[in-house]
């Protein structure tokens, strides 16, 4: 088990929210890195060097203590959707979303501090870093422009990736996905719990109940590591290894 204490690389409140339901004590510090794309850069490349890079920036801080970072971005036709700069780039990117199916990306990053035996990826010898990559098919519902617009005057959509919040209670845009919920919504919990066992630190491994936890609606992985199925709504029935659940939209 780790006895270092635990820093969460984010100043995001629902990276916190989220991390909080491993049950495991962390303090959060913001990691102020760019977020461009680089040259030749898959998105998929792209959030795990992020991840990597606001890992290593917060462990300059906290040199002792094992790190968790993460990124996330959109991807729609091939194109990186990133946080929008203004309500009319939120409303324009919501819009070209709006009925149509898209990527989630994240990446998440532990350091630890400890020499590697073995690692994935080490840092100049001073600790090892391991990488998990989740990816996430989200299809967006028909919302009308009247809802789009209420919302982006929200402000909601300025810090988020494609300009949305799955968990959103009012505006709810998504209809389904086929992948990790958590992930979604900004940190892969199944994928992070999974890159902490390499590192000594076991978690409660419980993934419906954290995504419950943080909707409140009924969400589904089936598997240890496999994807999974959401749709917001009530359990019907299942389907292979999916739960089935009615269309209604989320609250």
Not at 45 to 62: D, F, G, N, T, W
Not at 95 to 118: D, F, I, K, M, N
Not at 205 to 232: D, H, I, L, N
Request: with cysteine; glycine share 10%; net charge negative.
């Amino acid at each position: 088990m780790i006895s270092e204490r635990v820093v969460l690389a984010s100043a995001s409140p629902r990276r916190r929210q989220l991390f909080s339901l491993l049950e495991v004590p962390f303090i959060a510090t913001a990691a102020d890195v760019g977020e461009e794309i680089e040259e030749g850069e898959s998105p998929q490349e792209m959030v795990c060097r992020l991840s990597r890079a606001k890992a290593r920036m917060v462990a300059l801080s906290y040199p002792e203590s094992l790190i968790v970072a993460a990124d996330t971005t959109v991807v729609f036709n091939g194109e990186v959707l990133g946080k929008p700069a203004d309500e009319a780039e939120a409303l324009a990117m919501l819009r070209r979303l709006r009925g149509r199916e898209h990527t989630v990306l994240s990446g998440v990053t532990v350091y630890h501090p400890a020499p590697p035996l073995s690692p994935p990826q080490s840092w100049g010898g001073l600790g090892q870093a391991i990488t998990e990559l989740a990816e996430s098919a989200v299809w967006m519902r028909a919302y009308t422009d009247g809802e789009v617009a209420r919302y982006a005057a929200t402000g909601d959509p300025l810090d988020k990736a494609g300009a949305y919040a799955i968990q959103h209670p009012n505006f709810s845009p998504v209809e389904r996905i086929e992948g990790c919920y958590a992930s979604v919504m900004g940190l892969p919990l199944c994928h992070l719990a999974r890159a902490l066992a390499q590192v000594g630190l076991m978690v409660p491994w419980m993934c419906p109940r954290y995504a419950r936890a943080s909707q409140g609606t009924a969400v589904w992985w089936p598997g240890r590591f496999g994807k999974g199925y959401y749709e917001a709504g009530e359990i019907t029935g299942t389907r292979g290894n999916s739960v089935e659940l009615a269309g209604t939209r989320g609250s």
